[in-house]
């Protein structure tokens, strides 16, 4: 490991690495990846044990606050993210100035933003008790606005956060309860996303959570920049990756068609990709879609979708896709969004509503990995170099005299 800040100031050389392939932007103690081996860990514990034996808050306090909770510290972290949970009555007024059929990561990207203009209080990055309310309000908010956001789109009354619930129940009463009829959250469900949840927590330097650093690196509220790691992960290429890989398996259609499809995204010619599938870190199977993989049968299993013909195309196209040298050669296995839209779906959320659970799931990766950052005597404000290629220097030349 070079540091190129120090090597800058003594010979003025720096690095041309678009994209980061190969630069490290911080020191982390929080997420640790083996992209080759397909290892992936939150503060040292291994995600299948965490998907397999926690729960979603209890990952959250890890990721917060390094450590597992004792049962005392997780209860006490429960009843302070739920005393959290509700948004300021203003906020549902907020939401009528959107058109109806907004793309509810939109609307997220807004009224998180908007948060800061409520929570004057918790904006002070210098403080750290307003730093952990922040991030409290974050995690327990986000959700609240998630659903509110799809509720607005089908043009449904809000309904308020049931905090007996656990996070994962809690949002799917908030998403499809309807307040005139009774409504109970199947376990079964809860418990899967409970897992999807912590599956998505953090990932270490990805697109977003660069995004979210850089934001908070020149001091901008918590609030704001948890907003750009929102707008972030919107991108096809990063969270928008589940429903483009849906999207894809409906065009598949069946899986005669398979063949086809995959001559298509081996053409040069094409810019076709196999949506789900690769990852700039991962060149082994990503831990998460093994996990994701099992969850889908166990939900498609609990709502009846189990001979759904857009599994057997998904599980088909893996099956190809693992055996194909183009695939092999190139080390494009499956990633964790391949299954997370069969699954999203079976579970009655609607496509773009995909990003928007993501982003659910990220905020306590975001928040954990912002608060590292501003704690580090070693943060600077993020500022790449460029290489310019642009014209040499020239004489200007008046408008009447041009060409
Ligand atoms: N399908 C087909 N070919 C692919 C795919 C794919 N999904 N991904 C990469 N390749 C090929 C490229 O065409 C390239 O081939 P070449 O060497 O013949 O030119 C080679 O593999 C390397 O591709 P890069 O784009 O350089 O790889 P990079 O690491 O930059 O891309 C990315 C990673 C963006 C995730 C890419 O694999 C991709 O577009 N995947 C599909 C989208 C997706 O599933 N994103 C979710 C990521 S996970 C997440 O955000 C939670």
Redesign the pocket.
């Known amino acids: 490991v070079v540091d190129i800040g120090k090597l800058y100031a003594q010979t003025g050389m720096f690095t041309y690495d678009p994209?980061f392939?190969s630069t490290a932007s911080c020191q982390s103690k929080i997420t640790y990846i083996d992209g080759d081996a397909g290892v992936l860990e939150y503060r040292g514990y291994p995600i299948e044990q965490l998907a397999e034996k926690g729960d979603f808050l209890e990952t959250c306090y890890l990721l917060l606050y390094g450590e597992l909770p004792t049962k005392a510290q997780k209860d006490d972290f429960d009843l302070r993210i739920t005393r959290h949970t509700m948004v300021h009555e203003q906020m549902a007024r907020f939401f009528q100035g959107f058109r109806r059929d907004a793309h509810p990561m939109a609307v997220m990207v807004a009224s998180v933003g908007a948060l800061a203009a409520f929570y004057h209080d918790s904006t002070d990055i210098n403080d750290p008790k307003q730093r952990m309310i922040a991030s409290m309000r974050m995690i327990a908010k986000i959700p609240t606005l998630a659903a509110m956001a799809y509720k607005y789109s089908i043009g449904q009354p809000f309904v308020y956060p049931k905090n007996s619930l656990s996070f994962a129940g809690n949002f799917i009463h908030m998403c499809f309860a309807v307040p005139c009829e009774e409504y109970k959250v199947n376990p079964v469900l809860s418990a899967a996303l409970d897992k999807i949840f912590t599956l998505?927590a953090d990932?270490e330097q990805?697109?977003s959570t660069s995004t979210v650093r850089i934001a908070g690196s020149s001091g901008a509220n918590p609030f704001a920049c948890i907003a750009a790691g929102i707008a972030c992960?919107w991108g096809?290429?990063?969270?928008?990756?589940?429903e483009?890989?849906l999207a894809m398996l409906k065009e598949i259609g069946s899986v005669d068609n398979i063949p086809e499809f995959i001559a298509k995204?081996?053409d040069?010619n094409s810019s076709?990709?196999?949506?789900?599938?690769?990852?700039?870190?991962?060149k082994n199977y990503?831990p998460?879609a093994k996990i994701m993989q099992q969850v889908c049968h166990e939900v498609l299993a609990e709502t009846g979708h189990h001979g759904d013909p857009l599994l057997k195309v998904a599980m088909e196209l893996e099956k190809i896709a693992l055996s194909d040298p183009?695939?092999i050669d190139?080390?494009?296995y499956p990633?964790?969004?391949?299954y997370s839209g069969i699954t999203l779906k079976a579970m009655g959320f609607p496509t773009d509503m995909f990003t928007v659970l993501?982003a659910v799931a990220r905020t306590v990766g975001w928040i954990s990995q912002w608060s590292e950052m501003i704690e580090d005597p070693h943060q600077k404000i993020g500022r790449p170099r460029q290489l310019f290629t642009g014209a040499a220097r020239r004489e200007y030349v008046g408008i009447d005299k041009r060409g």
């Open positions: 994209g392939t998505h990932h990805n697109a992960l096809p290429a990063h969270g928008g990756a589940n483009a890989a995204v081996k040069k076709v990709r196999l949506m789900g599938f690769g990852h700039r870190v991962y990503d998460r183009y695939f190139r080390k494009l990633n964790v969004d391949f993501f």
